[in-house]
């Protein structure tokens, strides 16, 4: 979004339920069929679209902010609650072109944020409201919706960072969330990277 410059201070209010930024520019809207690939069942997948359905899987507000350097971009996402395969809703994942980092903030719902560096380690924190999330710079991000309601939350990053799908939309994330019969579960694809994951021995 490569708006004229110079930009005044403006304030735009967010409504925590519904995730609905007002103003915003053009809402995204990502459906089943524009991420095939994130959902490790293709097969699942093949199925919903071959019966005509195509559900959307979430939206975004973004606010109308310039892709430039010093500049705060900032949307709210809604992650609609549903699985495929029996694995969980969730956003397409990405790097930022350049290492930077991200804030995150839970606004509604309940999720899990699935994160991994660029040597393979993973992380996963609960989002939920009130609660923020803190993204380092080269850590790829993908948000999971593990409840039964929308998971709405808000992202804050540098403008001119950019946004990678590549690497994830072609090795995913070491980590999947599947909908288990006693709820969520977490699925590494390494018992390693499972440990690690549940480390304890994070900084605060
Ligand atoms: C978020 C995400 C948003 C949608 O605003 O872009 O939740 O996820 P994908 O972009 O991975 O489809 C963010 O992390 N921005 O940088
Ligand atoms: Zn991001």
């Avoid at 997948?45 to 892709?67: C, K, N, Q, S, W």
């Avoid at 350049?98 to 996963?124: F, I, N, P, T």
């Avoid at 994330?173 to 990277?193: K, L, Y």
């Amino acid at each position: 979004m490569n708006l004229p410059g110079p930009v005044l201070p403006v304030a735009r209010t967010l409504d925590f339920a519904s995730g609905a930024m007002v103003p915003h520019a053009e809402v995204v809207v990502r459906r089943l069929s524009q991420m095939p690939r994130a959902f490790a069942n293709s097969e699942a997948v093949a199925t919903v679209l071959e019966r005509g359905e195509d559900p959307v899987i979430y939206r975004a507000f973004p606010a109308a902010v310039p892709e430039q350097a010093g500049h705060l971009a900032y949307r709210t996402t809604v992650i609609l609650p549903g699985a495929v395969g029996g694995e969980y809703f969730m956003t397409r994942g990405h790097h930022h072109h350049k290492d930077s980092a991200e804030l995150y903030l839970g606004m509604s719902g309940r999720g899990l944020m699935l994160m991994q560096d660029r040597d393979g380690r993973l992380r996963v924190e609960e989002l939920v409201r009130d609660v923020t999330v803190y993204v380092p710079p080269g850590w790829a991000h993908r948000t999971v919706n593990t409840g039964q309601d929308e998971l709405v939350f808000l992202a804050v990053y540098f403008s001119d960072a950019g946004h990678d799908y590549d690497v994830i939309e072609q090795q995913g994330i070491g980590v999947r969330v599947m909908a288990g019969p006693d709820g969520p579960e977490v699925v590494a694809a390494d018992a390693t990277d499972l440990l690690a994951v549940k480390g304890e021995s994070w900084p605060t």
